[in-house]
T-cell receptor, first 116, second 119 residues
Framework: AQKVTQAQTEISVVEKEDVTLDCVYE???????LFWYKQPPSGELVFLIR??????QNEISGRYSWNFQKSTSSFNFTITASQVVDSAVYFC?????????????FGQGTRLTINP | DSGVTQTPKHLITATGQRVTLRCSPR?????VYWYQQSLDQGLQFLIQ???????AKGNILERFSAQQFPDLHSELNLSSLELGDSALYFC??????????????????FGPGTRLTVL
């Protein structure tokens, strides 16, 4: 069975601090995909990144960066120089999925609050 | 805007009632997924349809049912509602027409959700 664990339920930091959101996953699939989604107070789910199991390169997009380590089954997300607009709930998700049946398994989410 | 629409945006109803949530996938997408986000269960997969047929089932209660119509829109029916059914229900679509549906990954695009409140 697949499982995603986000051990940090809530994080609160002051603006401009760096913050890392942890994600640990479990899967028996050899091919799988990992995701991060952002859910702002308005409620919609905003896709941030997708990473497949064969690509362990870290990725940076502006102030966002992701560290994928297969050896520790982790896919952590770092926000550099956080801003108030980064306040949201962040979800890590996993899918294996073959032949078009690719349900997403989500972690419990981390509520991030950036204080001015 | 993901291109996935869900109606209604908000729904308030009483216990024991039945409601229908509607989802229109992105133009050309064949697959529809339903997810439920509740305070106690988090975000969890309910059911998937692909081109009118059920493809995968998750933790969907027997009181809930779904279908996908020939025009590819989908409806999620919730009956005998209980207080615990109050949640945000998301629909997502993927797999454009013309693809086999068997590629390595098909991106899921989420709708804005329907917030159901059962009183």
């Amino acid at each position: 069975a697949q499982k995603v664990t986000q051990a940090q339920t809530e994080i609160s930091v002051v603006e401009k601090e760096d913050v890392t959101l942890d994600c640990v996953y479990e899967t028996r699939d050899t091919t799988y995909y990992l995701f991060w989604y952002k859910q702002p107070p308005s409620g919609e789910l905003v896709f941030l990144i997708r990473r497949n199991s064969f690509d362990e390169q870290n990725e940076i997009s502006g102030r966002y960066s992701w560290n994928f380590q297969k050896s520790t089954s982790s896919f952590n997300f770092t926000i550099t120089a956080s801003q108030v607009v980064d306040s949201a709930v962040y979800f890590c998700a996993l899918t294996g999925g073959y032949q078009g049946a690719q349900k997403l398994v989500f972690g419990q989410g981390t509520r991030l609050t950036i204080n001015p | 805007d993901s291109g996935v629409t869900q109606t209604p945006k908000h729904l308030i109803t009483a216990t024991g009632q039945r409601v229908t949530l509607r989802c229109s996938p992105r133009s050309g997408d064949l697959s529809v997924y339903w997810y439920q986000q509740s305070l106690d269960q988090g975000l969890q997969f309910l059911i998937q349809y692909y081109n009118g047929e059920e493809r995968a089932k998750g933790n969907i209660l027997e009181r809930f049912s779904a279908q996908q119509f020939p025009d590819l829109h989908s409806e999620l029916n919730l009956s005998s509602l209980e207080l615990g059914d109050s949640a945000l229900y998301f629909c997502a679509s993927s797999v454009p027409k013309g693809s086999s549906g068997r590629s390595s990954y098909n991106e899921q695009f989420f709708g804005p959700g329907t917030r159901l409140t059962v009183l």
